[in-house]
């Protein structure tokens, strides 16, 4: 046979086994849904060691042929190898044995009884096919690590992951069945492989090995060692990539549920909101109907109970002046209270819409606050949902209020457009203004929160721009299918 052939078939068989380790230890350090950690480093292990040994046995190989002297501890090294990369595998597939079988399961007694019959078999010949002669131990160490730790490790190992495949099925997991099926099989084979060592008098060394399989197959062991060694590569590189999409399918699930769980919640935020301003509405109009229905009418009947007392007290000057003060301060609580009536619900809102309250709201700021606010309105004027034009009326009569107290001058511009699916708002004022990223002490910057929430629990939209020096513009824009 060649002998670059067979160093070619060694480089590759190595490459595989090497590359495997590599990937193997790439995912045990990705939390892993393939295996837990300690299944996939010994299994790691085994392909980086395994493969290191074949590249050195290749080594010695082409040494050999080339008559390249060696140190005298080269073979050992190589046999060392073996050794640790089998002890490996036998930890994977010890691990993942326990991890994919019953706890209590009788097929491990059986298994350990057949090992022990196995393993005694081999010891029993090579003790007295050794008694008393010259034992060529590199050979014989070589033969009792793959008789005793290569092929009972790559069987448990196949038996292990066809486990873990039939478990992976039960699971539902069926992309990945397949994969560790294939995985078992390839250990399968190679734990035949290992049965084929170099010519030695122990049985069965004797009957089936390296000399022997060439003369029958017409191609070396490490031939099909390499094609084990490809079909486990390949097979749990695929097993890899089909856990790391399902990995990403529950990432993307879990985020998906977080996005909905987050929608719900403000969903229901927004429902609370409205609830919220729809109750304190409501509150406001039932208090402004209880003032305007019962305390305007009783301080009117008070007002005329004063003007019939007042012509019955003609020649009384003491007492006239007394009930003309009292009238006096009968109308000036009867103007409190209609004031305070038409800041808790302007009739306006309810009889004639948005704009004409927004008219007499800013018609009365000028009035009673100075501020003069010319209102601009375009688009295809209509009623809105009632809750959402309180929204904007009250947005507008916070911003007008805070232009009074806050801005240091006497000018502002409300600009209302009806679009056809949504409406905007905007207030603007060339006042001193503000740092608009400032974070404001508590009770500052409440009437700018209570606006974002109102225009939020409608679905909309809530900005504001603002600057030292350089005034303030409040920009509310609302989907009408939200609201």
Known sequence: MNSQFIFVIFFIYGLAFFGMGIAMALESGRSPALAETRVLRPLSAFGMLHGTHEWLEAYLLQAALLSTPLPGWAPWARLILLVASFSSLWLFAYHLYRLTSPRYDSRRIIYLASFTFYAGAILVSVFFTYQGVAVPWLNLMDALTRYLLAVPSSVMAAISLYGWARRSRNDQRSALAPKLALTSLGFGLYAL???IVRPMAIFPAYLINEVSFLATFGIPIQVVRTLAAILITLSLL???????DERKRQLLAVQQARLDAL???ELLRRELLQHTVR??????????RELHDETAQELS??????ATLRSMLKRQKVAIEKVEHLQTLSRQISQGLYRLVRDLRPAQLDDLGLVPALRYLIGQNHLSMNIDAALKVQGD??????VLETVLFRVVQEALTNVARHARTCEAEVELTFGANNVCLMVADKGQGFDALERFSAPRGWGLAGMRERVESMGGEFHLVSAPGEGTIIQVSVNLADA
Do not use: G, H, S, Y
């Open 238 to 244: 695929r097993a890899t990539f089909t856990m790391d």
């Open 263 to 265: 929608q719900k919640q």
């Open 381 to 386: 004027v209509r009623r809105l949902d009632p």
């Open 301 to 306: 009947a008070v007002m005329l109970e004063l």
């Open 279 to 288: 109750a304190q509405e409501e509150e406001r109009a039932r208090i402004a």
């Open 193 to 195: 492989t290992q049965f």
